[in-house]
């Protein structure tokens, strides 16, 4: 296996899922049964805020860095051109810049319960969005919330191909939130 392929085997991309969610996990249980009860209300916060931060960072990644910064973008366009191949980050690069720009810093700046809180919402943000990213293209939307991220991602696609890699729009995958905050809504067509 390459750990430094875009298109994954179905094995790979499948344990991509598993690691991230076992991550979680271990994460919020380490949390739970071995943080410090008297600093829960900040771990529940800081879990929260990388929650928060992740939607942030998603929306910043897809804009500018997978539409605007090479070679990401062109790695990214092979994802635009074949949408239901098991194209994603390797995880190797995912889960070291989550560690070297998420839980190093938060370590460094704080304590190692503080650096994992953070770290956790980051991660759980991260894994929620593999999971819709994954929905958006894979799965039957039974849901509204699915069907309106489908449909959202499905313009993101379709306004890509118009664009021909420039200006694209609907960046959010697990929210429209920073889309509307930066203007990134493009007029569909009725």
């Known amino acids: 296996m390459n750990l430094f392929s875009l298109e994954h085997s179905r094995a790979a991309y499948a344990a991509d899922f598993a690691l991230?969610?076992?991550a979680v996990l271990l994460l919020a249980g380490l949390l739970v049964l071995a943080g410090p009860h008297e600093q829960a209300a900040a771990i529940l916060l800081l879990v929260a805020a990388g929650l928060a931060a992740w939607t942030i960072i998603e929306y910043v990644l897809h804009r500018f860095v997978l539409h605007g910064l090479?070679?990401?973008s062109r790695w990214h366009a092979e994802h635009h051109q074949r949408p239901v191949a098991l194209i994603c980050a390797p995880t190797i690069l995912?889960?070291?810049l989550i560690f070297t720009m998420v839980f190093a810093p938060a370590l460094l700046l704080?304590?190692?319960?503080?650096?994992c809180a953070l770290t956790l919402g980051v991660l759980g943000g991260y894994f929620a969005y593999a999971i819709t990213h994954h929905a958006t293209h894979h799965w039957r939307a039974d849901g509204a919330w699915l069907r309106q991220r489908k449909r959202w991602h499905a313009l993101h696609h379709h306004d890509h191909h118009?664009?021909?890699g420039?200006?694209?729009g609907f960046y959010g995958v697990t929210t429209a939130f920073?889309?509307?905050v930066f203007g990134s809504i493009r007029r569909v067509p009725d």
């Open 70 to 72: 090479a070679p990401f």
């Open 162 to 164: 118009h664009h021909h």
């Open 94 to 96: 995912s889960a070291t």
């Open 20 to 22: 991230y969610g076992a």
């Open 166 to 168: 420039g200006a694209s």
């Open 178 to 180: 920073w889309d509307h």
């Open 110 to 115: 704080g304590s190692l319960w503080r650096a």
